[in-house]
């Protein structure tokens, strides 16, 4: 998200509160999603020329690499981020793409998120590729966490000097029922999920009790970057 009103690029992690900091922004400035997203790199995109899917999912480098920033423009805006913890984010995706309707959470890292790793990488990539570069340098100003997201987001707040009290949730994992939306789309594209559907796979356990030792393995073989330069344990 560029806001050169403040002249700061705000890069969102998926399922790390991006939604929430967008909104809050859009409405500081007194803008609609909708109607003005698009002008901050809000909005799909079907060039791969020019991105990912969805531009408010560039890294931090492509916002120069695709030419949406100048390198003189990237080196002088304010450039921020949020980041969690690689276990507690994989339950956010395991929920949010409907899966915690259909089957257990275990079922879903090792029989099908390796396949989402490879083929919406752009979605599912380590959060290390977004803010550092080949190096492994942070090339962000400021690194907060959802850990502690009123706090780093008020210095974030403070630095655009945006009246701040507390971020509204957006976008967040909500699960419906077993006939919603995203479970029909699930069951179409993976025919197979029938025989690992669970009559009960949702629950509000703490990340931590979500897993097994396969899973927990799995999320930390794929996210093995994310555990190291971030400094997050299990």
Same mark, same amino acid.
């Given at each position: 998200?560029?806001?050169?009103?403040?002249?700061?690029?705000?890069?969102?992690?998926?399922?790390?509160?991006?939604?929430?900091?967008?909104?809050?922004?859009?409405?500081?400035?007194?803008?609609?999603?909708?109607?003005?997203?698009? /002008?901050?790199? +809000?909005?799909?995109?079907?060039?791969?020329?020019?991105?990912?899917?969805?531009?408010?999912?560039?890294?931090?480098?492509?916002?120069?690499?695709?030419?949406? +920033?100048?390198?003189?423009? #990237?080196?002088?805006?304010?450039?921020?981020?949020?980041?969690?913890?690689?276990?507690?984010?994989?339950?956010?995706? =395991?929920?949010?793409?409907?899966?915690?309707? +259909?089957?257990?959470?275990?079922?879903?890292?090792?029989? =099908?998120?390796?396949?989402?790793?490879? /083929?919406?990488?752009?979605?599912?990539?380590?959060?290390?590729?977004?803010? #550092?570069?080949?190096?492994?340098?942070?090339?962000?100003?400021?690194?907060?966490? +959802?850990?502690?997201?009123?706090?780093?987001?008020?210095?974030?707040?403070?630095?655009?000097?945006?009246?701040?009290?507390?971020?509204?949730?957006?976008?967040?994992?909500?699960?419906?029922?077993? @006939?919603?939306?995203?479970? =029909?789309?699930?069951?179409?594209?993976?025919?197979?999920?029938?025989?690992? @559907?669970?009559?009960?796979?949702?629950?509000?356990?703490?990340?931590?009790?979500?897993?097994? /030792?396969?899973?927990?393995? @799995?999320?930390?073989?794929?996210?093995?970057? /994310?555990?190291?330069?971030?400094?997050?344990?299990?």
């Amino acid at each position: 998200m560029i806001l050169p009103e403040h002249k700061a690029l705000f890069v969102h992690v998926p399922k790390a509160a991006g939604q929430s900091v967008e909104n809050f922004l859009l409405q500081s400035l007194n803008k609609d999603r909708k109607a003005d997203g698009p /002008d901050y790199l +809000l909005r799909p995109n079907n060039n791969p020329a020019k991105g990912p899917k969805r531009l408010a999912h560039l890294t931090a480098l492509d916002y120069v690499k695709y030419e949406y +920033l100048s390198p003189k423009e #990237f080196d002088d805006y304010f450039k921020f981020s949020i980041v969690r913890n690689p276990w507690s984010r994989m339950v956010s995706f =395991y929920k949010f793409r409907g899966f915690s309707n +259909l089957t257990s959470f275990n079922t879903f890292v090792s029989k =099908y998120l390796p396949k989402y790793f490879e /083929d919406e990488h752009w979605f599912f990539r380590p959060q290390t590729d977004f803010i #550092f570069n080949e190096e492994d340098k942070l090339v962000v100003d400021f690194m907060g966490r +959802l850990e502690q997201l009123d706090t780093d987001f008020s210095k974030i707040a403070q630095q655009l000097s945006v009246p701040f009290t507390k971020l509204p949730k957006s976008n967040h994992s909500i699960e419906k029922g077993l @006939i919603s939306r995203k479970s =029909y789309n699930l069951i179409r594209k993976h025919p197979g999920i029938i025989k690992y @559907i669970s009559s009960s796979p949702k629950n509000n356990k703490k990340y931590k009790e979500m897993y097994n /030792d396969t899973s927990r393995k @799995i999320v930390e073989n794929l996210y093995q970057k /994310d555990i190291e330069l971030l400094g997050y344990t299990f």
